[in-house]
């Protein structure tokens, strides 16, 4: 059976995601279609509006063969690692091919950019060493490198899923058998419209929708709209968590979290006390270096208390943790289970917990933002689906 990958997180899956699932199908004539899905925390520093189980559902409803969770040390980060987990995970999965959306106009040769990427890796260090700017974040020193190098690239900055494939492109390129990418122009609403018009929506939209209390069951599946009956999560729901961790956190405590670099523990501590909200509280901390999302994700990690040290031991405990399958799904599964690189969880028990400690503990953490969210991991097993 041939495969193509799908790195997602579905916040909340809408319709544009059904037509990815199904058009990534249709380009790459896979027999099955498997999604590395981002569990509760998610790449721009933000907690899931509902859990990884009902997405997972979702995505099983809406043209999804098999869901594998991308854990929290590779689903809460900048574009770089965050593609560096998802395709470590569809390499892993033997997946002949991947397919992401892009938002560039014209067509461009994302595998040739990975080629290049890893033939002139010494050249774009040392442009990178030319052009850094302690003004300048690590995403604009970047644009700033491929522009001179490798100028057919046109970036506007404006591009946030052609920049993810960029990415994708270079992690992908490093494999010795690289998987072919399949680049599936976006549909609809752009990745930060806010409006909903149409059938196809982008999830910011969604999202603003839900929290300002309006209908969008026409830009999403009846399993989603079902789903976000139950509970809608937002950063709101751990504020005051958030603000406990740092008013009790000393500055040197503060300092061993995860990318707390040139004093930010120092930032947030002074600002932490005339803050009346996290919305209020981001827009204080960030600056031209450091963006809202940059802010966002080591705001996630003060929360969970991630340190550097627990990041680094979660990147040599690599697993696959299925979430969910069709009956396709399964077959597929069952038969690459020989040939797959890390070991196969289908459930979380206290002998798995050692090597999926992170994740089971930020989802605990998780589940305080809602006594409507179940247990996330012990005692559940793989969701076995059929399409509707």
Excluded at 52 to 73: S, T
Excluded at 93 to 115: H, I, M, P, R
Excluded at 173 to 188: C, E, F
Excluded at 189 to 198: D, G, P, T, V
Aim: charge should be neutral; aromatic fraction near 12%; hydrophobic fraction near 35%.
């Amino acid at each position: 059976m041939k495969a193509c990958g799908i790195i997602v997180e579905y916040n909340p899956f809408h319709n544009g995601h059904n037509y990815h699932a199904k058009k990534a199908r249709e380009l790459s004539k896979a027999d099955v279609v498997v999604a590395v899905m981002s569990g509760n925390f998610l790449q721009r520093g933000e907690p899931a509006i509902i859990d990884k189980w009902m997405r997972a559902n979702e995505a099983l409803q809406n043209g999804v063969d098999l869901v594998v969770e991308l854990p929290i040390q590779w689903s809460l980060q900048s574009a770089d690692y965050f593609a560096r987990g998802g395709i470590l995970l569809l390499q892993a999965l033997k997946c002949e091919s991947y397919c992401f959306g892009t938002d560039v106009a014209s067509e461009f040769d994302y595998q040739a950019f990975g080629k290049f990427v890893k033939e002139n890796q010494k050249t774009i260090n040392q442009t990178f060493q030319q052009l850094s700017n302690p003004t300048m974040s690590y995403a604009q020193t970047m644009t700033e490198v491929y522009r001179e190098l490798y100028p057919q690239l046109l970036l506007t900055g404006e591009q946030p899923n052609h920049v993810l494939g960029l990415t994708y492109a270079q992690e992908n390129a490093q494999y010795t058998n690289p998987m072919t990418s399949i680049p599936l122009p976006r549909v609809g609403a752009s990745y930060h419209s806010k409006e909903i018009h149409n059938e196809i929506a982008s999830a910011t939209a969604i999202r603003k929708a839900i929290i300002e209390g309006l209908l969008v069951e026409q830009v999403v599946p009846q399993q989603t709209t079902s789903d976000l009956q139950a509970y809608q999560i937002t950063w709101n729901n751990y504020w005051e968590f958030l603000k406990y961790r740092i008013i009790i956190s000393s500055v040197d405590e503060l300092r061993e979290i995860y990318q707390m670099v040139e004093g930010l523990e120092y930032r947030l501590k002074s600002l932490i006390y005339e803050a009346n909200s996290f919305e209020e509280f981001v827009q204080a901390v960030k600056t031209k270096r450091y963006t809202q999302t940059r802010i966002q994700r080591l705001l996630c990690y003060v929360l969970l208390n991630i340190k550097t040290s627990d990041i680094k031991e979660a990147w040599e405990s690599n697993y696959l943790h299925v979430l969910g399958f069709t009956e396709n799904g399964q077959r597929y599964l069952k038969e690459k289970k020989a040939v797959i690189d890390y070991p196969v969880l289908s459930k979380i028990g206290k002998k798995e917990e050692q090597a999926y400690k992170l994740t089971v503990r930020s989802d605990k953490v998780y589940q305080m933002g809602n006594p409507l969210i179940l247990e996330q991991n012990f005692g559940k097993f793989p969701i076995r689906s059929n399409p509707l």
